[in-house]
């Protein structure tokens, strides 16, 4: 076991003799299986408080820029600031640059005014997958800021991770319980999606379409796109949509404004037989408690957050390498088994 700490200093830890301590290191043997554990431990305990004196007393300053609806941005926003005591010794401070939709040249302004100001270690990003938004995070890689993309990857660009879910088998999954429970019963499925440019969700509707076309060949999807997620907007296309279509059943939501969908439903007068959605917001916990929703696709978005945080530390030398992240955990949540701190 590799480690840059003097056997003096291992003993000590341990509370054991530097005699057995070495036989240990050098595996001679004639020691207690118990005892090897011990040294094997110290030299662990040793690890953690060194990255403890590394970060302690240091402030970090991270900028959490996101194109969302204001309820996705509500949730990131609690998310982070319930993470912060768990980050300690190190002080995360953050500043906040949310807005739910406009031109893509203001949210780039955003990014360069975040690097010519300095002070940023890092910046924790959702923005549309486009070729402007690359340039200007090539162009913070340039400078030297990290930048952890969240939920939506921009794969293309010179971001240090991205921390979220696999969009693609969170698709599949959707459709998946689309399929169990529409069973054999005639019925087209809406897909709604905020906009096609964010890759999260470009990516949760090929999963979802290519699974459903898999085991449900017959099944038509109506796809409605392009409102930001925001109610006013989402009610007005699916409007249309069920106008256009009578033979819609179910819904896949992929980018929100949920409440506006079941609006425009009940509108109508008509009714579904399935509503998947994503994330636990306040909008989808209410929909669930009410039954007006089958099911939420959701995952921790603490733990992402905790995660953007360590890889922006890890950047700056204070944390230790640990290697590449895994997808964060989907979770399929029901009316019956819904986290107790719901918002």
Not at 205 to 223: I, K, Q
Not at 302 to 308: E, K, S
Request: charged letters at 25%; one cysteine or more; proline letters at 6%.
């Amino acid at each position: 076991m590799a480690h840059p700490y003097p056997i003096r200093e291992i003993a000590r830890q341990a509370g054991l003799s530097e005699a057995t301590v070495d036989r240990v290191l050098n595996n001679r043997g004639g020691v207690r299986e118990s005892t090897s554990r011990e040294v094997h431990q110290a030299i662990k305990d040793l690890d953690r408080q060194r990255t403890q004196v590394r970060i302690g007393g240091r402030t970090f300053l991270i900028d959490i820029v996101m194109q969302a609806p204001e309820r996705f941005s509500s949730a990131v926003r609690a998310a982070l600031e319930a993470e912060l005591p768990s980050l300690r010794p190190a002080v995360m401070r953050s500043r906040f640059h949310f807005r739910e939709t406009g031109p893509v040249e203001e949210l780039i302004a955003t990014l360069d005014r975040i690097a010519q100001r300095g002070g940023c270690q890092g910046i924790v990003l959702k923005a549309p997958d486009v070729p402007e938004v690359t340039a200007a995070v090539g162009r913070l890689a340039a400078f030297g800021l990290p930048v952890v993309t969240l939920v939506t990857d921009l794969p293309s660009s010179a971001r240090r991770a991205y921390v979220g879910i696999d969009n693609r088998a969170a698709g599949a999954t959707a459709a998946y319980l689309m399929g169990q429970w529409l069973g054999d019963r005639p019925g087209n499925v809406l897909t709604t999606i905020s906009r096609g440019s964010f890759r999260g969700e470009e990516e949760r509707e090929m999963g979802f379409r290519s699974a459903l076309r898999n085991a449900h060949p017959g099944r038509t999807l109506v796809e409605v796109t392009d409102s930001d997620g925001l109610d006013a907007t989402q009610r007005d296309l699916v409007l249309r949509a069920l106008r256009r279509d009578p033979d819609i059943r179910a819904v896949y939501s992929i980018g929100g404004g949920n409440t506006a969908t079941i609006q425009a439903f009940e509108e109508l007068g008509r009714g579904y037989e399935v509503f998947i959605a994503h994330d636990l917001d306040h909008d989808n916990t209410r929909l669930l408690r009410e039954r007006r929703l089958s099911a939420v696709l959701h995952h921790d978005l603490g733990q992402d957050m905790r995660r953007a945080c360590q890889v922006i530390m890890r950047a700056h030398g204070a944390l230790p390498d640990d290697g590449p992240s895994l997808p964060s955990p989907i979770q399929v949540v029901t009316p019956y088994n819904m986290p107790p701190d719901a918002a």
